[in-house]
């Protein structure tokens, strides 16, 4: 698959390159390319109205100031209440068979409550009007990182991503301070165990590496001296809270500066720093536009002019999708689907609904290399290249035939069929691709069908001879009109599962 050099040779200056996209280079190809890469695909009807509207008023729409929030799931609200009463339970508990049964039905519950909680965040993400923001929130989830496997509490983790979207376009420094209160993040970097006469020096070293600064922009020094800042944070029950004893209350020295630094201090100081402004544009390149780092001048450049916006991330936002730099042709068609954008794509682009059934969704992600809420490691997904290797592109393949095929409904268990029929009575059935689906485009002209898949699906123009392949596949003479679909269903099969279907 294409990719970028390891040294970039862009078409703009570093200047140049955070300027608006001039409105004369806005057209269908550009909106195409900025909806796939903001969402998760590029459905006709929303291209055209980008088209229409123009790139502000696409990006105002993607990017509103108030976003509509994803709505906490109802096993995460009854595991929130329980959370008190089960932890009391846990802590009376002798060891032996009690404490074990209190484990396994905490463990459990939180192992329903993911599951109820991924297909629910799905759901929310796969309606277009929710997909640019719900990319970003994920985006910040890979940033400031907490897994569920070492949390242990479903509702904790809906908690710190409900955290990050609420300060999603706020500034970035308060999002870091919420995110260093984040009961999740307590948990997830071992703050619980920071005590002023040993601080755990985790959650510093991660913060000034992984959420805000980068390797090389600190000293061991100052990692050690803003862990004690951040004794006392704990979390109990499932809320932050403060113990003012286990702070560590004395003179700390942090790049340079001395204080009676809190942790509060430690952000705004981290903030300070020249690196600050680069850090988080460079994981947006990452996680948007190339597996190459763009180059520190280009990084410095949008980097300082953020910091001029005091951090703002809406600003950021905005800046970054509508620069000329994102809509460079080095960057059309040359990203590698995250599992997570692979499947959402492929239920945007056949217009279907995520179905309510934990199996037959969860497990092909996991097969492919992404399992939601629950990142590798404090670094998240690598993402790029990484995510294709023989046996994930199978799981691809298997996806795209799974999702043309009917539900077996005779291998589900008594809760999905629950689910399904729950669904079937609220008006939702269109969880595979059935025949009326693709009826109208089989009755097209072969050529108007060809060039509607062809647009539809693949970020790229194609060949001319991969395009008169596909039509002619489409179109042999003798063709009846129940041949016709299902030559038409064997086409968009092939084409979903190409390696150009992979690309974004």
């Known amino acids: 698959m294409p990719t970028v050099t390891s040294r970039m040779k862009l078409a703009y200056s570093p200047t140049e390159a955070w300027q608006p996209l001039p409105a004369a280079d806005w057209n269908a190809d550009a ?3 900025l909806l796939r890469r ?8 929303e291209v055209e109205q980008a088209t229409r509207d123009g790139l502000a008023a696409t990006l105002a729409r993607l990017f509103p100031s108030q976003p509509v929030l994803w709505s906490q799931p109802p096993l995460i609200a009854h595991l929130k209440e329980d959370i008190p009463a089960m932890a009391r339970g846990l802590a009376g508990a002798q060891a032996g068979p009690d404490k074990q049964r209190l484990q396994r039905e905490a463990r459990e519950r939180t192992q329903l409550a993911v599951l109820d909680m991924s297909i629910k965040w799905l759901q929310y993400a796969a309606q277009p009007q929710n997909a640019a923001f719900a990319k970003w929130v994920l985006f910040l989830s890979d940033v400031y990182v907490v897994g569920v496997q070492k949390v242990k509490n479903a509702a904790l983790v809906w908690g710190h991503f409900d ?8 500034s970035a420094p308060a999002l870091a301070k919420a995110v260093s209160r984040s009961p999740a993040m307590v948990a997830y970097l071992d703050l619980n165990e920071s005590k002023r006469d040993a601080p755990n020096e985790n ?8 959420f805000l600064l980068g390797e090389g922009n600190y000293s061991e020094a100052d990692i050690k ?9 704990r979390q109990k029950f499932g809320t932050f809270r403060f113990a003012p004893r286990q702070h560590d209350a004395g003179i700390k020295t942090v790049f340079g500066q001395s204080g009676y630094f809190m942790g509060d201090d430690v952000i705004d100081l981290a903030f300070q720093q020249p690196a600050a402004g680069a850090f988080l544009p460079h994981e947006m390149g990452k996680f948007y536009l190339t597996d190459t780092p763009l180059p520190p001048e280009y990084l410095h450049e949008i980097g300082s002019w953020w910091s001029a916006q005091h951090f703002d991330l809406h600003a950021l936002a905005l800046r970054f999708f509508g620069s000329q730099l994102f809509f460079s042709p080095e960057f ?3 990203f590698i689907k995250s599992p997570v954008q692979f499947y959402l794509g492929l239920v945007q682009d056949l217009g279907l609904s995520v179905a309510p059934l934990p199996r037959a969704v969860l497990n092909p992600l996991r097969q492919m290399g992404q399992t939601l809420f629950n990142p590798p490691n404090v670094r998240g997904w690598v993402g790029g290249r990484n995510w294709i290797n023989s046996a994930t592109y199978q799981a691809r393949r298997q996806l795209v035939e799974t999702l043309f095929a009917p539900i077996k409904e005779e291998a589900l268990n008594a809760d999905e069929q629950l689910e399904l029929v729950a669904a079937r009575a609220n008006g939702v059935n269109n969880f595979t691709v059935a025949d009326d689906l693709l009826a109208p485009l089989a009755a097209l002209d072969p050529t108007v069908a060809t060039t509607h898949l062809l647009a539809n699906y693949l970020a790229l123009p194609v060949a001319p001879e991969f395009r008169d ?11 009846d009109a129940p041949q016709k679909l299902r030559r038409l269903r064997r086409a968009a099969v092939t084409l979903l599962q190409s390696p150009e279907y992979q690309l974004c």
């Not at 955290?163 to 706020?170: D, G, P, S, V």
């Not at 001296?225 to 944070?233: D, H, L, Q, V």
């Not at 392949?469 to 063709?479: C, I, K, S």
Request: zero cysteines; a negative charge.
């Open 163 to 170: 955290l990050l979207a609420r300060h999603a376009f706020e």
């Open 31 to 33: 909106a195409g390319h």
């Open 469 to 479: 392949a596909v039509r002619q596949f489409l179109a042999p003479e003798d063709a």
């Open 38 to 45: 903001a969402g998760w695909s590029a459905l006709p009807a």
């Open 332 to 334: 059309r068609g040359d």
């Open 225 to 233: 001296e803003s862990a004690r800042a951040f004794t006392g944070y």
């Open 203 to 210: 959650f510093a070293r991660e913060l000034f590496e992984l």
